[in-house]
Structures are given as C-alpha cells and as structure tokens.
C-alpha cells in the first residue's frame, strides 16, 4: 500500500509542477493576478508532496520491502541500516528522485520566503522552476519509477554494490545533488529576471545566498568524493580526472564564477548580462553532468544501469532547457542596459579576469569529457586523461590564482599601482622565495614547482586584506573570503606536495620483514582472516615506525562480499600531520610472501583540509548574509510599524 | 589605462577580451586534444600499426592460458594478451585484480616498448556484473569465443 502512497504522491507532485507552470506563463500577462496567486502556493504544496514520496521511498528501504522492484534489486535484509538508507539513492530510479525532491524543496522555500524581488519576477522565476521541474517528473514517471512492485515479491534483494557500502559515501550522493540542484535556483532567478527585464542589484542579492549554498553542498561533495576515490579504490590517487569526477567539478567551475560575478552585481551593479549567462550555464553544467553520469554513457560504479532510452530521454531535456535559455538570453541580452563602470586595476576587474580563466578552465574540462564520445560516434576510440587536463587547464588556472593573490587587495572601481605595490611587492617576494627554495632543495617537477610557489603567494595574499582592520568589526562575508581563499592556498599546497613527493613501495614480503618507505620502516606483523556482517577479509597486521620512532598498527584487508560477490581492497591510513602512509595488501605470492603496497604521501590530506576550508568560507559568507538580510527585514518591519502607528 | 577608453566602448572591450580567451582556450584544448588523446587497441592493431614507443595507450583483450608467469620478486607478472590474430606480451608490475585470470578479458593501460612488449601501469578486469571497462563490453560475442577458443 505504502509505495502506491508514495506514486500518488509523485504524480500529484508532477501535476502540481504543471499547474505551477501554467499559472505563471498566464500570471505574467496583464490581469493575470487571480492566476500568479496560485503560483506560490502550488510550490510549497509540490515540496511538500514530492518529500512525502521521498519519505516512502525511504520507508521502503529501511523495512526491505521485497515487493518493490527497486528495493529487491539494490536492498539487501543483511545490510546494516546506514546502507539501508543509502541504497535509496544509490540506484537511479531513487537518485533521480531526490533530484527532483532537492529541486521542488527549493522551488518551495523560494515561494515561502522570498519577497524582496518585485512579485512579477518572482511568478516568472517560479514559473522557470517549474518548466524545468516538469521535464524531470516526466523522465521519472515515465521511464524511472522507483515504485514499480514486482508480480512476485523476491525472496531476497540483490544487495548493494559494497563499493559504495561505506559511511563516508552515503551522504556523497545527497550532497552533490543538493549543490547541483540547488543550482537551479539560480538557473530559475535568471530566467525570471530575463522575463521581466529586472536584472537589478537586488535580483543578486536574492540569488547570492542561494548559490553560496548550493556551492558549499558542491564543495563538499566533491571533497568526499575525492577522499572516497582516494581510500576506496586503493589506488593512492585524489583525482583521476574521471568524467564523473569532471561532471561535478564543472558545475563547481561555473558556480564559483557566478558566485564571484554576483557579488560584483549586488555590490556594483556591473556585470549584469555575463551574471545572467553565468546562471543559465551553471545549473547547464548540472544537467550535463547528470546526463552524462544517469545516461549510461560512460561506464562507471555511478551509471547504475545501461539503457539508452533514458539517455535520449534525458538529452532531449537537456537540448530543450538549455538551448532554450540560451535562445532567451540571446534575444533578451542586448535590452539589458550597461551597468557601472570600472576601471581594469579594480576588484571587479580582478573579478573579471577570474570570471574569464574560471570559463576557460571549464570549456577545457568539458571539451576533454565530451571528446572521447564525440570520436566514438565516428569509431574511434579515444581516452582523454591527465596528460590533456593538467598541463592545458594549468594554462589557465596558474595565472586566475596569481590574480587570486592580489584580486582582494584592490578597491572596488578604481585603484592605483603605487597604493597596493608594497602588498603584491611582498606576495612576489615570498612567491619566487618558495620556488627558489624549492628547486633548489629538491628540484621536483615544473607543475608542482609552480603549484608550491603559488600557494604560497595566494596564502599571504589571502591573509593580507585583514592587515589594519578590526578583526572584531570585520564583517563576516569577509571573513568567508579569507578563510576560502586560504584553503585554495592549503589544497594546492597538499596537491602539488603530494605530486612531487609521494613515495612509493611495492614488494612481496614475509611475515615479520621490515620494508622502508620514505621515513617510514613497516613490518609485516601477521595476515589473518576476519569477518564482517556481509563480507570476510584477509587482514595484514603493519607495524609503521615514523623516523625510528613508536609503532603503530595499520590493518589493510582485502575484502569479499557475497551479496553481490565482489572483491575489494580497503587501504589502511596512518595519518601524521604532515601527510599520510597508504597501505594495501595484495594477493599471497609464492613462498608464504604478501603483496603488499605501500606510499607515503606528503601533506595530501591538506589538499581536503584545503576543500573543508572553501566550504567554511563559503559557509561564514553565507551566515553573514542571512544574518544581514535579517536585519534588514527586522529594521524595514520596525519603520513600518512606527509609520502605521498614529 | 581604461580612462582613455570611450565610455561606451568598455562594456564592447570586456565582452572581446573574454571572447579571445574563451575562444583561445578552446583552440588550445583541441590542438591538445589531437596530440594526446590515447587510444585504444587491441592486439592484431597493436601489431599491425604500434603506436610510438613510450605514447600512453590502451591495449585490450584476452589473457592467453599458460602465459601468466609471477617473478621471482612476487609482485612483477608478466602475460600475454591475445585476441586471435596477434599476441602481445606484456609486463606489469603491482597488486593484480581479483578478477584477473588466464582466460579473461583484461585492458591494459601503459606504453609500448621499443623491444616490442607492452609496459602496463594499470589493469582493469571484469570487476562484478555492474561495472566492466567499456572496450571489454563491446568485444563482439565472436571475438570472445575465437579468443577463448584460441587460449584453450
């Protein structure tokens, strides 16, 4: 009974959208105020709705309800109950549904609380969430429901794939998707603004908190995914440049532009059209993302399944929301009027040269994903990896964090040279310092080199702007720019100090033989078989000494599940503050010997120390805000109340 | 500098300059994307045209029965790959996939040598059911069985 609650629910949902829909394309025209009335409240209801049908989905999974087709395909009775929940959306049917629950949770808040943009924009915008919102109920009804019931319930489900049996990645998932989806806040408000031309300050500040936020839920994503990839596959990297990984770093790209563009808006109101085209792209990139990752077009543990009615299902969407957003913003750009002027040497134009590298770097990332399908629907079969992405986005991406350095140091409008040339004198100096130092010491890669260097100038550069203020009275957004800033400077460390100076050790060993890595001497203490609730092991006992110093234990395994069978190789972490000692074990080898793996990396959990940092900032920037818009409302209501009072 | 610019003109100059670079960067990612896409081939191919020494490619097929030897140093194996027509040998050196067996299906990642065997950095096997390396997947059904046939 429950899963029909939840389809009903769906489909109510999915009828509310096209209500919505239709009542803001009539609201808008004149005397159309009886049907914009129904807008926001068909929003808060289709929430409402679509996080019942959510919630049943999760009911469903939590009791193993092996009479839903979903359930007994990706459940398991076995399975601890963290992993219960995290089969929901661990499969497509139930990801796509909480694509399109994060979206009506959204389009939901903006009509229950947003009444600073004129009422006509905000129908509009509505309206633009709803159009989209509509497409997804479509693609889920029609060719992903997650309610189907089976004729016969199954005996018992088919488990989930124990690659993703793993506390870290159950709120992977809802955390991208809530970053990607959020977007489309953004992709709505600039849609709406096109519609009723009112590309205005306030327009972005409207939106701001709404991209800091989906922005934050991005970073962190991609952070645990990255982390995930890391200790889950056992291959000691942190990124492979995956177009799945690529998926969830271009809308990150695109959002971090529209992020930095918006506050040049609210703040100067410049920047209005590329703000707008920034908007439509960002949330573009989302929904190319989800097309290439739920497509089954590229083959990874994230395309659940394979079946190519859905991907053309899922294009043809693409094709009619982006390239209809385009074609407004082409034929509504040249009406909207020029904002302010700035002069180059200012922080918008900073801004501006962030914006333009920020582009650059994201048609890099997405002309090398989309490459390899390109060549192969003319046959040929192409890999496209780090040899492409690193050196051809670094062209880019060296140069934006040279101008990060100075960028926060400059005056809005105008700025003279002579005014800031003691701070960028001081950035260089202790830029060309570190690269110096370093090749010197250790003579390491040129990319890395580089990457060193520049950490260390965006790291002062970050920190100067505090210089000869009140650190008490600083505002917090500034704050948020501070501390995001400083962690790009801590994760480029991590990234280029682990590239130059990780260390690797493979070697077949006996047990109690001692191997060096770097500083590290390990002993092979003992291998053991262990059990789990749905897997046995083989367990390496590792005593790692730092230096000659104490032992510590380190227990790599390798891991087999049965439900499905699969291998897996769970890496075992030493963590210092100074970096990491990865080790995995391998297969027995002849004469009683392991395999094992072995690496020490230098400094690479800073490169996610650095990503927590970003989304602190971004968190910081977005507190200080919501806590000013507040006060704002707060004063606005006081000076009415005492206008009405006699 | 931008003083000297008309008014009118900025707005004109920011939206060219962010269209040579955009535009450039395009440029500069397909002229990399011609010189350093690796590709895929499989053993008669690899034979037939070898890429350059040292070019990072990908090499696909069947692990031939009885090829597989470990080293001495018990974590170097060296194989041949094979799809029928041609056999490439190939050397390894790391932690094996669960699922790599004389007999399977295997892609191999890594360099061709100048002595003719192929210097593998990475392999990826059939890993479960839900996840293969694409190239594997689309062996036609007749390959696989000439492959296997020819390994037995």
């Given at each position: 009974?429950?899963?029909?609650?939840?389809?009903?629910?769906?489909?109510?949902?999915?009828?509310?959208?096209?209500?919505?829909?239709?009542?803001g394309a009539?609201g808008l025209?004149?005397?159309?105020?009886?049907?914009?009335?129904?807008?926001?409240?068909?929003?808060?209801?289709?929430?409402?709705?679509?996080?019942?049908?959510?919630?049943?989905?999760?009911?469903?999974?939590?009791?193993?309800?092996?009479?839903?087709?979903?359930?007994?395909?990706?459940?398991?009775?076995?399975?601890?109950?963290?992993?219960?929940?995290?089969?929901?959306?661990?499969?497509?049917?139930?990801?796509?549904?909480?694509?399109?629950?994060?979206?009506?949770?959204?389009?939901?808040?903006?009509?229950?609380?947003?009444?600073?943009?004129?009422?006509r924009t905000m129908i509009a915008t509505l309206g633009a969430?709803?159009?989209?919102?509509?497409?997804?109920?479509?693609?889920?009804?029609?060719?992903?429901?997650?309610?189907?019931?089976?004729?016969?319930?199954?005996?018992?489900?088919?488990?989930?794939?124990?690659?993703?049996?793993?506390?870290?990645?159950?709120?992977?998932?809802?955390?991208?998707?809530?970053?990607?989806?959020?977007?489309?806040?953004?992709?709505s408000f600039?849609v709406g603004a096109l519609l009723t031309?009112q590309?205005?300050?306030?327009?972005?500040?409207?939106?701001?908190?709404?991209?800091?936020?989906?922005?934050?839920?991005?970073?962190?994503?991609?952070?645990?995914?990255?982390?995930?990839?890391?200790?889950?596959?056992?291959?000691?990297?942190?990124?492979?440049?995956?177009?799945?990984?690529?998926?969830?770093?271009?809308?990150?790209?695109?959002?971090?532009?529209?992020?930095?563009?918006?506050?040049?808006?609210?703040?100067?109101?410049?920047?209005?059209?590329?703000?707008?085209?920034?908007?439509?792209?960002?949330?573009?990139?989302?929904?190319?993302?989800?097309?290439?990752?739920?497509?089954?077009?590229?083959?990874?543990?994230?395309?659940?399944?394979?079946?190519?009615?859905?991907?053309?299902?899922?294009?043809?969407?693409?094709?009619?929301?982006?390239?209809?957003?385009?074609?407004?913003?082409?034929?509504?750009?040249?009406?909207?009027?020029?904002?302010?002027?700035?002069?180059?040497?200012?922080?918008?134009?900073?801004?501006?040269?962030?914006?333009?590298?920020?582009?650059?770097?994201?048609?890099?990332?997405?002309?090398?994903?989309?490459?390899?399908?390109?060549?192969?629907?003319?046959?040929?079969?192409?890999?496209?990896?780090?040899?492409?992405?690193?050196?051809?986005?670094?062209?880019?991406?060296?140069?934006?964090?040279?101008?990060?350095?100075?960028?926060?140091?400059?005056?809005?409008?105008?700025?003279?040279?002579?005014?800031?040339?003691?701070?960028?004198?001081?950035?260089?100096?202790?830029?060309?310092?570190?690269?110096?130092?370093?090749?010197?010491?250790?003579?390491?890669?040129?990319?890395?080199?580089?990457?060193?260097?520049?950490?260390?100038?965006?790291?002062?550069?970050?920190?100067?702007?505090?210089?000869?203020?009140?650190?008490?009275?600083?505002?917090?957004?500034?704050?948020?720019?501070?501390?995001?800033?400083?962690?790009?400077?801590?994760?480029?460390?991590?990234?280029?100090?682990?590239?130059?100076?990780?260390?690797?050790?493979?070697?077949?060993?006996?047990?109690?033989?001692?191997?060096?890595?770097?500083?590290?001497?390990?002993?092979?203490?003992?291998?053991?078989?262990?059990?789990?609730?749905?897997?046995?092991?083989?367990?390496?006992?590792?005593?790692?000494?730092?230096?000659?110093?104490?032992?510590?234990?380190?227990?790599?395994?390798?891991?087999?599940?049965?439900?499905?069978?699969?291998?897996?190789?769970?890496?075992?972490?030493?963590?210092?503050?100074?970096?990491?000692?990865?080790?995995?074990?391998?297969?027995?080898?002849?004469?009683?010997?392991?395999?094992?793996?072995?690496?020490?990396?230098?400094?690479?959990?800073?490169?996610?120390?650095?990503?927590?940092?970003?989304?602190?900032?971004?968190?910081?920037?977005?507190?200080?805000?919501?806590?000013?818009?507040?006060?704002?409302?707060?004063?606005?209501?006081?000076?009415?109340?005492?206008?009405?009072?006699? | 500098?931008?003083?000297?610019?008309?008014?009118?003109?900025?707005?004109?100059?920011?939206?060219?300059?962010?269209?040579?670079?955009?535009?450039?960067?395009?440029?500069?990612?397909?002229?990399?994307?011609?010189?350093?896409?690796?590709?895929?081939?499989?053993?008669?191919?690899?034979?037939?045209?070898?890429?350059?020494?040292?070019?990072?490619?990908?090499?696909?097929?069947?692990?031939?029965?009885?090829?597989?030897?470990?080293?001495?140093?018990?974590?170097?194996?060296?194989?041949?790959?094979?799809?029928?027509?041609?056999?490439?040998?190939?050397?390894?050196?790391?932690?094996?996939?669960?699922?790599?067996?004389?007999?399977?299906?295997?892609?191999?990642?890594?360099?061709?040598?100048?002595?003719?065997?192929?210097?593998?950095?990475?392999?990826?096997?059939?890993?479960?059911?839900?996840?293969?390396?694409?190239?594997?997947?689309?062996?036609?059904?007749?390959?696989?069985?000439?492959?296997?046939?020819?390994?037995?």
């Amino acid at each position: 009974m429950i899963a029909e609650l939840g389809l009903a629910a769906l489909w109510l949902a999915a009828a509310l959208a096209g209500l919505q829909l239709i009542a803001g394309a009539l609201g808008l025209r004149e005397g159309g105020a009886g049907m914009a009335a129904l807008v926001r409240p068909a929003a808060v209801v289709q929430a409402l709705l679509c996080a019942l049908a959510f919630g049943v989905l999760l009911l469903l999974f939590v009791r193993t309800d092996l009479s839903v087709a979903l359930v007994a395909r990706n459940s398991h009775s076995d399975k601890p109950l963290i992993f219960k929940l995290a089969g929901t959306w661990g499969n497509h049917e139930g990801s796509m549904l909480l694509w399109v629950s994060v979206m009506a949770l959204a389009g939901g808040l903006i009509a229950f609380l947003e009444r600073r943009l004129p009422e006509r924009t905000m129908i509009a915008t509505l309206g633009a969430q709803a159009f989209v919102a509509v497409g997804f109920y479509a693609f889920l009804l029609a060719s992903s429901n997650p309610f189907e019931r089976l004729p016969v319930p199954a005996a018992e489900g088919m488990g989930l794939n124990p690659l993703l049996q793993d506390v870290g990645l159950a709120f992977h998932p809802p955390t991208l998707y809530v970053g990607y989806v959020g977007l489309s806040v953004a992709f709505s408000f600039a849609v709406g603004a096109l519609l009723t031309r009112q590309v205005t300050p306030d327009f972005a500040k409207v939106m701001r908190p709404w991209v800091l936020g989906a922005w934050i839920f991005l970073t962190l994503g991609i952070t645990a995914g990255s982390y995930w990839a890391y200790y889950e596959l056992g291959w000691g990297g942190w990124w492979f440049w995956d177009p799945v990984e690529n998926a969830s770093l271009m809308p990150w790209l695109a959002a971090t532009a529209l992020l930095h563009s918006a506050s040049v808006l609210a703040s100067r109101d410049a920047l209005r059209a590329w703000t707008i085209m920034l908007g439509v792209v960002a949330f573009s990139m989302s929904m190319i993302g989800t097309f290439l990752v739920r497509s089954g077009i590229l083959t990874s543990v994230h395309a659940f399944a394979v079946d190519p009615e859905r991907g053309s299902f899922i294009l043809v969407l693409l094709a009619i929301y982006i390239g209809g957003a385009l074609l407004l913003f082409a034929i509504r750009a040249g009406t909207i009027a020029e904002g302010e002027r700035f002069s180059i040497l200012s922080r918008e134009g900073a801004l501006v040269v962030n914006n333009v590298a920020l582009s650059a770097i994201l048609g890099i990332v997405l002309l090398g994903t989309l490459y390899p399908l390109l060549t192969e629907a003319f046959g040929v079969r192409v890999s496209v990896g780090p040899p492409y992405f690193n050196p051809v986005g670094a062209v880019f991406f060296l140069p934006m964090l040279g101008v990060l350095a100075i960028g926060p140091l400059l005056r809005w409008r105008r700025d003279s040279f002579e005014r800031i040339q003691p701070s960028v004198v001081a950035i260089a100096v202790v830029g060309v310092a570190v690269l110096a130092g370093v090749y010197f010491l250790a003579g390491i890669a040129l990319l890395p080199l580089l990457g060193m260097a520049l950490a260390a100038a965006v790291a002062i550069g970050s920190v100067l702007p505090l210089r000869g203020r009140s650190l008490r009275r600083l505002p917090l957004p500034v704050w948020g720019m501070v501390v995001a800033h400083f962690g790009v400077a801590v994760a480029l460390f991590g990234m280029a100090a682990d590239t130059a100076f990780q260390q690797e050790r493979l070697v077949a060993a006996q047990v109690g033989e001692t191997v060096e890595d770097g500083p590290w001497s390990i002993t092979l203490v003992s291998v053991e078989p262990v059990a789990g609730p749905n897997w046995t092991a083989l367990e390496a006992t590792l005593h790692a000494r730092y230096k000659g110093g104490e032992p510590s234990v380190v227990q790599p395994q390798a891991r087999s599940f049965w439900t499905p069978p699969q291998e897996t190789s769970e890496a075992a972490l030493l963590t210092r503050w100074n970096g990491q000692l990865y080790s995995v074990i391998g297969g027995e080898a002849e004469g009683g010997r392991w395999q094992l793996r072995l690496w020490w990396k230098p400094f690479v959990t800073w490169i996610w120390y650095g990503g927590v940092l970003i989304a602190l900032g971004g968190l910081l920037a977005l507190v200080g805000r919501l806590a000013g818009d507040l006060k704002r409302r707060s004063a606005q209501a006081q000076i009415a109340a005492r206008r009405a009072a006699p | 500098m931008n003083a000297a610019l008309k008014p009118k003109h900025q707005r004109l100059a920011l939206l060219a300059v962010a269209l040579v670079v955009v535009f450039g960067a395009v440029l500069l990612a397909m002229w990399a994307l011609r010189n350093q896409a690796s590709y895929f081939y499989v053993p008669s191919d690899m034979v037939a045209t070898p890429p350059e020494p040292g070019q990072a490619v990908r090499l696909g097929g069947m692990v031939e029965a009885g090829s597989l030897r470990t080293r001495p140093d018990g974590v170097t194996v060296d194989f041949v790959v094979g799809d029928g027509e041609a056999r490439v040998p190939v050397v390894f050196s790391g932690i094996v996939p669960d699922l790599f067996v004389e007999g399977s299906g295997v892609v191999a990642e890594g360099s061709l040598r100048a002595d003719g065997t192929f210097l593998a950095t990475n392999l990826l096997a059939k890993h479960d059911e839900n996840y293969m390396p694409r190239e594997l997947e689309e062996m036609t059904a007749a390959q696989k069985r000439e492959t296997i046939a020819e390994a037995e």
